[in-house]
């Protein structure tokens, strides 16, 4: 299954899915579509999930990353062999044909174009990473390139909903010491406390000065849809030893 952005669709000459676990080759807890090369499935499998979404969209280059909830980005400026770019949690280009993308199992994929369509970004939005304002990093490589806020068109993808995101006491007092306001995001239900890691993600984009009529929210929760999507903190509670991977991609058609 792959999910699209009505607002990234209008953008002429690109091309984007955020995917469920659909549509691949793995067995078992990694069944279907798990494209984590990082994760204990076979690695033929996932080789075979990667080329799904090669064939997707008639591209014979993906790129990946080393994701370690940074706030680093890569400007990828040339055609690259490996899969796995490096170390970091974001992929910008202006390259043709050039599929790039992110893995997530419960963070925020979020995916940009600049709204004429020659400059596209995906990222991988752990709270760690937008803790660190990977956002604005993303958004300073659209500027330096001349693209203005206004032009910047994004989709923040399937992740953990608010109801299923239980976190401590010390996490809350983290986000909130950044910023008081940041303590809408959560919400305290029988003593226990949830973080909303989706508006998190939103409001880091309305900070940047990025118009909420160009954002769009796909509302999906990863954990509480066993049936279509990947999660690590699901895997967890079920106490299995691995968790598959849910990837979104975004891709400049020509």
């Not at 792959?2 to 984007?16: E, G, M, R």
């Not at 992929?91 to 599929?99: G, P, V």
């Not at 993808?157 to 239980?166: A, D, Q, R, V």
Request: aromatic share 10%; proline share 1%.
């Amino acid at each position: 299954m792959q999910i699209k952005s009505q607002k990234l669709s209008k953008v002429k000459n690109i091309s984007h899915g955020f995917f469920s676990k659909k549509g691949g080759y793995s067995k078992g807890i990694y069944e279907s579509l798990n494209c984590g090369l990082g994760s204990k499935d076979k690695k033929i499998n996932v080789i075979k999930n990667i080329g799904v979404i090669k064939k997707k969209f008639s591209c014979n280059n993906i790129n990946l990353l080393n994701q370690i909830h940074s706030n680093k980005i890569i400007h990828l400026k040339r055609k690259n062999k490996n899969i796995r770019l490096g170390y970091a949690d974001g992929i910008f280009t202006s390259l043709n044909k050039i599929i790039i993308g992110v893995l997530t199992a419960d963070c925020v994929p979020i995916l940009f174009s600049s709204r004429c369509g020659k400059f596209i970004c995906a990222v991988h939005g752990g709270w760690k990473g937008l803790h660190k304002n990977i956002i604005k990093n993303a958004l300073k490589l659209f500027i330096k390139n001349k693209i203005k806020k206004n032009d910047i068109i994004c989709a923040i993808g399937p992740c953990i909903g608010f109801k299923s995101y239980e976190v401590k006491s010390d996490f809350k007092s983290k986000i909130i010491n950044k910023n008081s306001k940041y303590q809408k995001l959560f919400k305290i239900k029988k003593g226990k406390i949830f973080f909303n890691i989706k508006q998190y993600a939103l409001t880091k984009l309305i900070e940047q000065k990025i118009s909420r009529k160009n954002i769009q929210m796909i509302d999906k929760d990863t954990y509480s849809s066993p049936k279509f999507f990947f999660s690590f903190r699901r895997s967890v509670h079920k106490k299995e030893d691995d968790y598959g991977r849910n990837i979104s991609v975004i891709v400049k058609d020509s």
